[in-house]
């Protein structure tokens, strides 16, 4: 095995300029087969963190062995953002360890066994009913107001829809958390005109807005989840600013990555019309599975190394930065057989779209599924004869396959 990949000279796997015009699937291939391990020269504190660098880990085995090991590999000491920009304060990274995805068992383990609570399969089941009734009506607004911007008219409404459901966030407020979400993820995408200031500023009122709401359930609960997480905190339950930082994580972490699985998977769709038939005729259960594999629609998270350790014939140093590309593993082929090949039947379908297990394994992947197949359903019954008019305009992200803008015509 050589260790010296053929890449363009200074190639980073997360420089967002790359994410905007599509993923670097050939170049993490060629990694996969000669440096499955890499380390990925970066500018010094070109991300955000002090260092020259981080370690890009490829092979669907490896990213397995970083995920489930948190006592070598820590989410919390530099967090699990792979990339912020190079003018962000260490405080700004440091505040985002009050954040579920940030934490490290043992305080990990506790704020999810509390939060578990509300995506038990009776919770999910029961916002099925509603949810379901969402996605038609979804489908059919589409249908007789949409814009043909498919990400606008569809596929953001349901994620966001579930989590206002899931949080019992009331109707009226639920465009801020959509308006919220969006400019604390868009900061690297300078169409989108979101300065980090106003990044950050979107996420101090969402954390608050989720505060207030925790303090009124803690005063008068309600049968929702929120009751539930906060009502009584000396039994084990979130204080005011834990819930804050969690509906946070829920609202990037259930709201884009669901809304870019659907972009990513109607674009599959549509670029692959034998699937398309072969869904609206047979609905298979693997489909939302696959729509996952494919979008992928987080890239990548990173680890940090706790000690100095060997992974992927590669020597790590305690302090090094490991990023753990879901992309590369997702695609695979001593997993997948033609992984470049979007299959809705494909089964088994061991993807690490929602993680490679471990204690960060997602924990709303019941909701996302969900989600995916009840929408897809609704727009094969009712925008049978969904068309492209023309090509995705991609999130320029450092770690998120976001899809800004995906123009179709619904009749």
């Not at 796997?13 to 790359?18: C, L, Q, S």
């Not at 599509?22 to 996969?32: G, V, W």
């Not at 465009?175 to 995408?189: E, G, P, Q, R, S």
Request: negative net charge; contains cysteine; aromatic residues 8%.
């Amino acid at each position: 095995m050589s260790s010296c990949p053929a890449l363009p000279e200074g190639f980073d796997f997360t420089d967002p300029d790359v994410y905007q015009q599509r993923l670097p699937l050939p170049e993490l291939a060629e990694l996969r087969r000669t440096a499955p391990v890499w380390w990925n020269a970066q500018p010094h504190n070109v991300a955000g963190f002090e260092d020259d660098g981080y370690w890009v880990v490829t092979r669907h085995a490896d990213v397995k062995t970083v995920s489930t090991n948190p006592e070598i590999f820590s989410s919390r000491t530099n967090t699990a953002i792979i990339r912020f920009n190079e003018h962000i304060q260490r405080e700004q990274i440091d505040v985002q360890k009050l954040i579920m995805l940030n934490m490290d068992p043992p305080e990990h383990t506790r704020v999810r066994q509390i939060v578990q609570r509300g995506f038990t399969p009776r919770s999910i089941r029961a916002l099925e009913i509603a949810l379901r009734d969402r996605a038609t009506r979804i489908v059919d607004t589409a249908r007789s107001e949409g814009t043909g911007d498919f990400v606008t008219d569809i596929a953001c409404e349901l994620p966001l829809q579930a989590i206002a459901e899931l949080i019992g966030v009331p109707q009226e407020d639920r465009t801020k958390i959509f308006d919220w979400t969006n400019k604390m993820v868009a900061y690297d995408d300078p169409e989108l005109a979101i300065t980090e200031e106003i990044g950050a500023e979107s996420a101090m009122e969402l954390i608050s807005y989720a505060m207030n709401l925790a303090a009124a359930r803690k005063e008068c609960p309600a049968q929702d989840i929120v009751s539930a997480l906060v009502a009584a905190e000396d039994q084990g339950n979130l204080g005011s600013d834990e819930f804050g930082f969690f509906v946070l994580l829920l609202a990037v972490a259930g709201n884009e990555t669901t809304r870019n699985a659907i972009s990513h998977g109607m674009h599959a769709f549509l670029t692959h019309p034998d699937q398309w038939e072969l869904f609206k005729r047979e609905r298979p259960a693997t489909a939302a599975e696959e729509i996952v594999r494919w979008a992928t629609p987080v890239v990548s998270f990173q680890r940090t190394a706790t000690e100095d350790t060997e992974l992927g014939g590669a020597r790590i140093k305690a302090g090094d930065r490991v990023g753990i590309f879901y992309a590369s593993a997702n695609n695979d082929p001593d997993v997948f057989d033609r992984p470049e090949v979007f299959d809705i039947t494909r089964d088994p379908n061991p993807h690490l779209g929602f993680g490679g297990g471990g204690p960060h394994f997602c924990l709303g992947k019941s909701l996302a599924t969900l989600e995916i197949n009840l929408i897809f359903n609704a727009i094969a019954d009712t925008l049978p004869d969904i068309r492209l008019t023309g090509d995705p305009r991609r999130l320029r992200s450092a770690w998120l396959n976001g899809i800004k803008e995906l123009r179709v015509t619904y009749n």
